[in-house]
């Protein structure tokens, strides 16, 4: 599921984006990297809504 516009597509039709150790997002390509990921599919307006994105760093029990 797109994290932008909700809609579901195949797994292969997402692109992973995943946190690095500096806290940037990146673009997972194998879709292999450890942590937790947002999928975004290859809709132009959903990119420019996503290079706004900044997910929460907060996780449970974490402070």
């Not at 797109?2 to 990146?26: E, P, S």
């Not at 390509?29 to 990921?37: E, F, I, K, L, N």
Request: hydrophobic content about 35%; proline content about 6%.
């Amino acid at each position: 599921m797109c994290v932008i516009c909700r809609r579901r597509f195949a797994k292969a039709a997402l692109t992973r984006h995943v946190r690095d150790a500096h806290g940037n997002l990146i673009i997972d390509a194998p879709q292999t990297s450890p942590g937790r990921g947002w999928y975004l599919c290859d809709e132009p307006a959903c990119a420019a809504r996503f290079a706004k994105f900044r997910p929460s760093r907060r996780r449970k029990g974490e402070k």
